[in-house]
């Protein structure tokens, strides 16, 4: 059974700074590409980063410069490292696990961040 479990949100002034963390058991991170998504309130969940099998990145634009994915292979875990924090990135974040299907994607339950002074 596959379970992602986020954690390392808050609430965090403006300017700030949280690293999230993505942990894994039943299934192997650095076989899989591994993406961070967000949900605001009233807005549709968007892709944040990812990070593929070969250790590519990809970040949207809104977090371009800010944000870092990596991934710790010996532990089984995928970071987000988000810096330079504004109100607009409050959010539930979520680790993903693409499976070419999003009906069968593996989710995490989320983890609320909060930036607000």
């Known amino acids: 059974q596959v379970q992602l479990v986020e954690s390392g949100g808050g609430l965090v002034q403006p300017g700030g700074s949280l690293r999230l963390s993505c942990a894994a058991s039943?299934?192997?991170?650095?076989?899989?590409?591994v993406r961070w998504f967000r949900q605001a309130p009233g807005k549709e969940r968007e892709l944040v980063a990812t990070i593929t099998i070969g250790g590519n990145f990809y970040y949207a634009d809104f977090v371009k410069g800010r944000f870092t994915i990596s991934r710790d292979n010996a532990k089984n875990m995928v970071y987000l490292q988000m810096n330079s924090l504004t109100p607009e990135d409050t959010a539930v974040y979520y680790c993903?696990?693409?499976?070419?299907?999003?009906?069968?994607?593996?989710w995490g339950q989320g983890t609320q961040v909060t930036v607000s002074s």
């Open positions: 039943g299934i192997i991170l650095s076989l899989n590409a």
């Open positions: 993903n696990i693409p499976r070419g299907d999003p009906a069968r994607d593996y």
